[in-house]
């Protein structure tokens, strides 16, 4: 009964962080890098719930498909990250290669 109410508690708390993430994805859509911190947040957030509520159900198909919202999750990331350096290298004043700049 106990660990029952810790989930609930859990749950309460990663409710408050995706509402909490929501608002400052409204308010911080001009900067990119925020932005894209939000979204990780926001998945984080998303994989926490579902595996609370697949450990409450005890269903093995809940942690399939927390595998794959955590596969969505970093190939979302891999995509924000690559449209953040395509643009900072367009808008850049003198353009670098590819890996001058991380020495390989």
């Known amino acids: 009964m106990g660990g029952q109410k810790e989930k609930c508690v859990v749950l309460d708390i990663c409710f408050f962080f995706l509402f909490f993430a929501l608002f400052h994805v409204f308010f911080q859509h001009k900067i990119f890098l925020n932005l894209l911190l939000s979204f990780e947040l926001l998945s984080l957030l998303v994989y926490v719930i579902s595996m609370c509520l ?8 809940s942690f399939h498909v927390c595998n794959l919202i955590l596969c969505l999750s970093v190939v979302e990331s891999v995509m924000g990250l690559a449209l953040l350096i395509l643009c900072s290298r367009l808008s850049s004043k003198n353009q670098v290669s590819c890996f001058s700049f991380l020495k390989f």
Request: glycine share 12%; charged share 0%; no cysteine.
């Open 54 to 61: 697949g450990a409450m159900s005890l269903s093995l198909v």
